[in-house]
T-cell receptor
Framework: QKEVEQNSGPLSVPEGAIASLNCTYSDRGSQSFFWYRQYSGKSPELIMF????GDKEDGRFTAQLNKASQYVSLLIRDSQPSDSATYLC???????????FGKGTMLLVSP | DGGITQSPKYLFRKEGQNVTLSCEQN?????MYWYRQDPGQGLRLIYYSQIVNDFQKGDIAEGYSVSREKKESFPLTVTSAQKNPTAFYLCASNDRGKNEKLFFGSGTQLSVL
């Protein structure tokens, strides 16, 4: 059974700070890694994806992947109150496989 | 605008009743999926379909049924055998064989009367 683990939070940061969200996964064969943002009562929205070890930056977001440690993280710089949401980590295996989602980390950014 | 349309937004089920959730996409995606989300929980896969007239069970298929008669449509029926159907149901789609980025509909909240 593939597992994806996230700290449920809430993670509280002040406005303007860096928020660091973490995710670990059990399947060493995992190939693709995704971060989704979900506001309360809404559907998930893809914000980042990463396939290779290292960092990938997109605006205020940076995804970091370390396959040896089976660890993927999301950094949000200059956090804004509008970033307050639940962040879901999702992982897929090799070849064609469905995504396995973590339970999500709630982020609260205070003004 | 391309996207995934789920209806209804809210649905109520009576004891012993089957209900059907609609999902339509105009993204020309091959694969479609149904997920269930309970409060404070992640998404759990119910069923998925990679191609028309074919579908596979996910992790929690018991008490649910699907059909895929058209590429654009993937309806989910919550049967009376599903004893705890109250949840947020999400339909998603992606290009089969591509990088598995999922695009979601707006969801259906199902509650039991």
């Amino acid at each position: 059974q593939k597992e994806v683990e996230q700290n449920s939070g809430p993670l509280s940061v002040p406005e303007g700070a860096i928020a660091s969200l973490n995710c670990t996964y059990s399947d060493r064969g995992s190939q693709s890694f995704f971060w989704y943002r979900q506001y309360s009562g809404k559907s998930p929205e893809l914000i980042m994806f990463i396939y290779s070890n290292g960092d990938k930056e997109d605006g205020r977001f940076t995804a970091q992947l370390n396959k040896a440690s089976q660890y993927v993280s999301l950094l949000i710089r200059d956090s804004q109150p509008s970033d307050s949401a639940t962040y879901l980590c999702a992982v897929s295996g090799s070849g064609y496989s469905t995504l396995t989602f973590g339970k999500g980390t709630m982020l609260l950014v205070s003004p | 605008d391309g996207g995934i349309t789920q209806s209804p937004k809210y649905l109520f089920r009576k004891e012993g009743q089957n209900v059907t959730l609609s999902c339509e996409q105009n993204l020309n995606h091959d694969a479609m999926y149904w997920y269930r989300q309970d409060p404070g929980q992640g998404l759990r896969l119910i069923y998925y379909s990679q191609i028309v007239n074919d579908f596979q069970k996910g992790d929690i298929a018991e008490g649910y049924s699907v059909s895929r008669e058209k590429k654009e449509s993937f309806p989910l029926t919550v049967t009376s055998a599903q004893k705890n159907p109250t949840a947020f149901y999400l339909c998603a789609s992606n290009d089969r064989g591509k990088n598995e980025k999922l695009f979601f509909g707006s969801g259906t909240q199902l509650s039991v009367l």
